[in-house]
T-cell receptor, first 113, second 114 residues
Framework: GENVEQHPSTLSVQEGDSAVIKCTYS??????FPWYKQELGKGPQLIID?????GEKKDQRIAVTLNKTAKHFSLHITETQPEDSAVYFC????????????FGTGTRLAVRP | GAGVSQSPSNKVTEKGKDVELRCDPI?????LYWYRQSLGQGLEFLIY????????KSGLPSDRFSAERTGGSVSTLTIQRTQQEDSAVYLC????????????FGSGTRLTVV
C-alpha cells in the first residue's frame, strides 16, 4: 500500500516569513494529493489539493507543488500570519490504496507574532 | 446538513465496556470514511463505505471493531470490550463520490477508556 512521509514534524517561523512542508509518497500510481489544516479540537480541513496532471497550484498565500518523477509534493505558505498556526497533514490516494487517503504524520506549524 | 456531524463529542468509558460512535455525513455524499487519531499522531484509516459496495474494512485493528452504514447515510462505529489503547479521537469524513473530490471531516469523538 501507499506510504507517505512528511517533514518537518515541527516548524516555527516569524510572522511574515514563508513556511514549507514537504512530503514524499511511495506509490507511483497515486494521483491525488490534498493538504489539510487541523486546529486544536477540530477535524482536519481541506485547504488545497493537486492532481497528478499538474505541477503547481496556487490559492492566495498557499501553493502546492508536485514532482511526480521524484514522488515529492510540498506546501508553501507565504506571508505567514498567527492564524496559520495549526497542524498540517499531507495525503495521497489513487494508487493501490484506491480512493482512501493515506496521511502523513503531520507538521505542527507555529507562527511567532 | 451543512457539515459532517459526529456524536458524542466526548466519551469516557470503563475498560471492557462497548461503545458506539455516530457519524452523520453531508447529505448526498456517497463515500464515508472512519479514521483514528491517537494523541499527537497522524490519521489511521479504519473503514470506508462507498454507495452500495461492500465496505473496505482493511484498516480495522481487531475484530472488536465494526461499523455499519444504514440507508447509505448515517454510520455507526462500534468498539466492543474497549481497551485503554483504544483511547483516541475517532474522525469521520464524507466525500461527494470518490476520495479525490476531497474529504470533509467532522470534529471527531474523543474516546477515553479508563
Amino acid at each position: 500500500g501507499e506510504n507517505v512521509e512528511q517533514h518537518p514534524s515541527t516548524l516555527s517561523v516569524q510572522e511574515g516569513d514563508s513556511a514549507v512542508i514537504k512530503c514524499t509518497y511511495s506509490d507511483s500510481a497515486s494521483n491525488y494529493f490534498p493538504w489539510y489544516k487541523q486546529e486544536l479540537g477540530k477535524g482536519p480541513q481541506l485547504i488545497i489539493d493537486i492532481r497528478s496532471n499538474v505541477g503547481e497550484k496556487k490559492d492566495q498565500r498557499i501553493a502546492v507543488t508536485l514532482n511526480k518523477t521524484a514522488k515529492h509534493f510540498s506546501l508553501h505558505i507565504t506571508e505567514t500570519q498567527p492564524e496559520d498556526s495549526a497542524v498540517y497533514f499531507c495525503a495521497a490516494s489513487g494508487g493501490s490504496s484506491g480512493d482512501k487517503l493515506t496521511f502523513g504524520t503531520g507538521t505542527r506549524l507555529a507562527v511567532r507574532p | 446538513g451543512a457539515g459532517v456531524s459526529q456524536s458524542p463529542s466526548n466519551k469516557v468509558t470503563e475498560k471492557g465496556k462497548d461503545v458506539e460512535l455516530r457519524c452523520d455525513p453531508i447529505s448526498g455524499h456517497t463515500a464515508l470514511y472512519w479514521y483514528r487519531q491517537s494523541l499527537g499522531q497522524g490519521l489511521e484509516f479504519l473503514i470506508y463505505f462507498q454507495g452500495n459496495s461492500a465496505p473496505d474494512k482493511s484498516g480495522l485493528p481487531s475484530d472488536r471493531f465494526s461499523a455499519e452504514r444504514t440507508g447509505g447515510s448515517v454510520s455507526t462505529l462500534t468498539i466492543q470490550r474497549t481497551q485503554q489503547e483504544d483511547s483516541a479521537v475517532y474522525l469521520c469524513a464524507s466525500s461527494l463520490d470518490r476520495g479525490d473530490y476531497g474529504y470533509t471531516f467532522g470534529s471527531g469523538t474523543r474516546l477515553t477508556v479508563v
